[in-house]
């Protein structure tokens, strides 16, 4: 149907010269002009339900939540009431919302399990990937899956807090050591205390 | 490495060298390594105190798996670390907390325990 092709498509040129087509014919022109409107919001709405509840497909993996359910875990809900409050912007428990309006927070870097430890104490994000999925993923995608939690939290502005804390960044080993030379490299510094990278 | 060795030493050496093997690639999952050992075949013979005395032969291996442990980002699991001098081996359960925690003033004996934990966590769970 070539009003539905024309929508689908986005071209603007045909929709206008299917919408001058249909002015000839005023008596239908609101009926089927309605239609279109419904369609195109259709399209819409049916596009932005797909990116929300499609399987997320890291690698081999296939998940039914998208990845930055766990990518990240909020250890208390206490760090998302704070946001709320902090926030003018309304906060939703939804991860989808907490997407659409990222948050400044505190993200705990470490030594397994003391940054999953000090996350739970207080009320912090952690990069968390279920243990079945952890264990059958390669070195590299458990970095780039790393790698990806991280740009979020420096994109929201995070601070880092570590439960290792370090004299220098050098000093850091494994993992630990290799995500912090990753946000050094991200306009990120040691502060004096040792224990958070901070801007 | 393709196919599991044969002999029981063989195997025994297999295992224990795996965090270190596994940390010096990029490409496999440890899942498909311990796999490749023939873990979840021969498990049985496999005993806390054949992994000890392997340990002991190849001290090394140690601090690879005290690495391999500090570098887990799961979110459940099997720990080792040093704490105060001693060697903890303790589980992170479902709500992030620590569990099952034991205290070791031994390496060997704390690495040979935290092995076979987290072996049979990989290939079984």
Redesign the interface.
Known sequence: MPLENAAKLGNVSALAAVVATLLRFRARACVVLACIAAMLCATTNASASQSVQTKTRVWDFSFAEPLNTWLERDASSRLRLENQSNSAELASASPHAARAAPQVGRTVLGKYPDYVNLAESIGARRFNIPTNIWNKMSPAEQWAANQRFLDRAIARGDEFVLSNPVKSIGEATGWFGRELRYLADHGYRLAEDGARMIR | MSEPRETPNHFVEDVVSLAGR??K????????MLKRTGYPERRGALTIETIRKALAKSSEHLSEWL?Y?????????W?I?EENGRFEV?N?DS????AEQRSYSDLVEACADFIQRELD??AF?
Do not use: P
Not at chain 2, 69 to 77: L, M, Q
Not at chain 2, 95 to 98: D, I, M, N, T
């Open positions: 596994y940390r690639q990029e490409d496999l999952s440890i899942y498909e690495e442990s500090a570098d887990k980002r799961s979110s459940t699991g720990y670390r303790g992170v709500s992030g907390r620590l966590q990989i769970e």
